[in-house]
């Protein structure tokens, strides 16, 4: 059974960084595409950041701040994320898609606020 497990959220004031980890167990993870997806309050949940292979991709929103990439070794995903924002509040979220399927961690809350 394929688990993510995500971890690294926090209360952080703005401007500050903050590190997500998500790791992988019981499925496949290396050549498979890996992604971050948030939520905010009130709000739909969003992608942030995708990875297939070391190609990364961002949303618009946090181009230049996050920075997505993967330990193949460890079955690690990770999301370093800088110059952290009060609209960056949310749930984040770390997903796998594996064929026709996706699967998805519980999610770690990243509270920015002053």
């Known amino acids: 059974q394929v688990q993510l497990v995500e971890s690294g959220g926090g209360l952080v004031q703005p401007g500050d960084s903050l590190r997500l980890s998500c790791v992988v167990s019981g499925g496949p993870f290396i050549s498979r595409k890996m992604s971050w997806y948030r939520q905010g309050p009130g709000k739909q949940r969003e992608l942030v950041a995708s990875?297939?292979?070391?190609?990364?991709n961002y949303a618009d929103s946090v181009k230049g701040r996050f920075t997505v990439s993967r330990d193949n070794a460890k079955n690690t995903l990770h999301l370093q994320m800088n110059s952290l924002q009060p609209d960056d509040t949310a749930i984040y979220y770390c997903?796998?898609?594996?064929?026709?399927?996706?699967?998805w961690g519980r999610g770690t809350q990243v509270t920015v606020s002053a």
């Open positions: 990875i297939l292979g070391s190609m990364p």
């Open positions: 997903s796998l898609e594996s064929g026709q399927l996706t699967y």
